[in-house]
């Protein structure tokens, strides 16, 4: 994928040529953003289908707020991405494209898929259709990634249990079964992990910490770097008060009943949960990646709809005009739109004043915020003379 990249979607009448020849037009264009800052590649965009003034208007408004949508999912796609490939850019990256091409690659020489979404439907039926693949794009990645999620947490969980330390490991294949005190009715063995730093002091201490602690009952099991693991014997009775103590004591009670066949049980759920996490893996970053690449496909397909819907709205009828997908970098943007400005401000007619750098004044405020309202100025308020959206897919 092109980093650093970033896209300016430019549409402008024929009539910025004298012959109101595409191709001479798409030849202005390219002149009219200049190599220094930019390179102009063809965009075609089909003829749809056109309602209604109010509708186009409406129209307008509802791809403004579904290229929000599109871009939002993109970003959400990409960051599943990055969490399933632990961040690495360069594996990340080569997950990034689009029908198996370079983002880039795929922006230009985009063609409208008229197999996915027919020219001749409606334009608020290709609105809907998209809105739909949008939505179920997102959900369909964030369901198999909350899945994945959640099989690998399991696996954590498990895998600490095998490696953790003596206060939270598994004590399955450490604690001898005839350590422990069996169908009695009276006395209970309990397990204690005690922090390395009090293990001098406890067998001074447990027999005293509660009644009817069975004395010289405790018993060396296991130890570790930061624990030692010791058996008590206590009167049941008096169990959950010696637990009690224990823990007040900073020692660490640990829950444990045996289980004849254990050890091989939870080796057999760990080895069952891996095979499922490995392959949740490899669902969630297959679903990612062609999410991604559908997610951005629908982006791109809303971007040439909006871009036809301001065409018309602002060039009106008969449509003549040239598109075309302008390839910059963020620092050099704005000195493209600028450079564009200095071309073609005098598409804007007199609706507006401009000062010398191109921008409207603010001398018609009433003006500016209807054309604000309609979406016909950027968010800085700048009102551009001609059709232009910026991107970034990143």
């Known amino acids: 994928m092109s980093k650093g990249s970033t896209y300016l979607l430019v549409s402008l009448p024929t009539s910025i040529s004298p012959s109101n020849d595409h191709d ?32 186009l208007v409406q129209q307008a408004d509802e791809l403004a707020k579904l290229e929000t949508s599109c871009e939002a999912v993109v970003a959400k796609v990409g960051d599943s991405l990055k969490a399933i490939l632990e961040g690495d850019e360069s594996k990340i990256s080569q997950q990034k494209t689009v029908n198996d091409r370079p983002v880039d690659q795929y922006l230009r020489s985009f063609t409208w898929n008229k197999v996915k979404y027919r020219a001749d439907k409606p334009l608020s039926e290709l609105i809907d ?12 990645v964030k369901q198999k990634y909350n899945q994945y999620n959640q099989v690998k947490t399991n696996l954590t969980t498990l895998q600490r249990k095998q490696t953790g330390n003596l206060a939270s490991k ?39 910490i509660s009644p009817w602690v069975v004395p010289r009952s405790a018993q060396r099991i296991d130890a570790d770097d930061e624990f030692t693991l010791y058996a008590v014997t206590t009167f049941k009775k008096y169990s959950q008060e010696f637990i009690h103590k224990s823990r007040e004591q900073k020692w660490i009670p640990r829950d444990f009943k045996f289980k004849e066949g254990g050890r091989e049980a939870e080796e057999k759920e760990v ?39 301001e065409t018309v709205l602002r060039y009106g009828l008969p449509l003549s005009f040239v598109c075309g997908l302008v390839k910059t ?31 409207i004044t603010k001398d018609d405020s009433s003006t ?12 800085g308020g700048d009102y551009s003379a001609y059709v232009c959206y910026e991107f970034e897919i990143k």
């Open 129 to 140: 259709t998209l809105q739909k693949e949008v939505v179920s794009i997102d959900n369909d």
């Open 24 to 55: 001479e037009a798409l030849t202005a264009l390219r002149s009219g953003v200049t190599t220094d800052y930019g390179t102009v590649t063809p965009f075609p965009i089909p003829e749809f289908k056109i309602g209604t003034l109010d509708a």
């Open 329 to 359: 970098t963020p620092k050099l943007a704005k000195r493209a739109r600028n450079s564009l400005d200095q071309s073609y401000s005098y598409l804007a007619g007199n609706a507006f004043g401009r000062d010398k750098n191109g921008r």
């Open 271 to 309: 080895e069952k949960v891996a095979k499922e996490e490995k392959k949740l893996w490899g669902e969630a970053l297959r679903l990612g990646r062609t999410g991604w690449g559908e997610a951005v496909m629908a982006w791109i397909h809303v971007l040439a709809l909006r871009v036809f819907v």
């Open 368 to 379: 500016s915020a209807d054309m604000q309202a309609s979406g016909h100025m950027g968010d």
């Open 170 to 208: 598994s004590l399955t294949a450490i604690v001898p079964p005839g350590l422990l005190i069996r169908d009695s009715d009276y006395l209970e063995t309990h397990l204690i992990a005690v922090p390395s730093q009090q293990v001098s002091s406890f067998p001074k201490t447990y027999e005293t």
